[in-house]
């Protein structure tokens, strides 16, 4: 089954990875997939800022296949909608590498830095959630020896977990949610570390 049919789309491609790599970028990205379909005025709104810069960046992700326009349903302004459930960002499948990984490395900076941003926000409000939130989600960090075709066994066995939570719950589908349900940012980084001066 390719990561396609599970509503994720495979990016190789340096200029749609570069596409992405843009903070304001991702945050309408990711506004769209949890509130959409949304207009631009609307994003503009709780994003703070002007509607126009919403829309010329979103524009932006719809000419690299992020996000299209929705039915309005009437004549009002068109909203937009996220193309994909999720993406895979895959350097190796492109016709220039080197340039892609370039390109990954500067959208993998920004997730990072965004990461880090919702970490330190949820410190701060996750004493006003059910306790159960609390128990359940944090950072759990483990230093583990892998050989390469163990670390490939643990990728799979990750995509496998969460493809179908992930397909469970389609981004910008508020119906496939049952009450209860919050948006939670699971990422998964997995960093190979330099050895030690004894080879450890």
């Known amino acids: 089954m390719s990561l396609e049919s599970e509503g994720r789309r495979v990016i190789g491609d340096p200029l749609a990875l570069r596409a992405l790599a843009h903070p304001l970028r991702l945050k309408l990205h990711a506004l769209v997939g949890r509130d959409g379909p949304i207009t631009a005025a609307d994003a503009a709104r709780q994003l703070g800022v ?8 979103l524009r932006q992700l719809a000419k690299y296949g992020y996000v299209e326009h929705a039915d309005a349903g009437d004549n009002r302004e068109r909203p937009w909608r996220v193309t994909h459930t999720s993406n895979a960002f895959e350097p190796e499948s492109s016709d220039d590498p080197e340039e ?7 959208l993998e900076r920004f997730l990072i830095e965004r990461t880090g941003a919702q970490f330190a926000d949820w410190q701060q409000r996750r004493a006003e959630e059910d306790p ?8 759990s960090q483990n230093l583990v020896y892998l050989t390469l075709d163990e670390m ?15 397909r469970r719950r389609p981004l910008g589908d508020a119906a496939a949610r049952p009450a209860g349900a919050m948006p939670v940012d699971v990422t998964f980084i997995a960093v190979p570390l330099r050895p030690t001066a004894s080879g450890g």
């Open 50 to 57: 002007s509607q126009a810069l919403a829309s010329h960046h």
């Open 100 to 106: 892609a990984w370039e390109a990954a490395e500067a």
């Open 132 to 139: 159960g939130w609390t128990e359940h989600t944090g950072i």
């Open 152 to 166: 490939a066994e643990l990728h799979r066995a990750w995509d496998e977990l969460i493809t179908p939570l992930v």
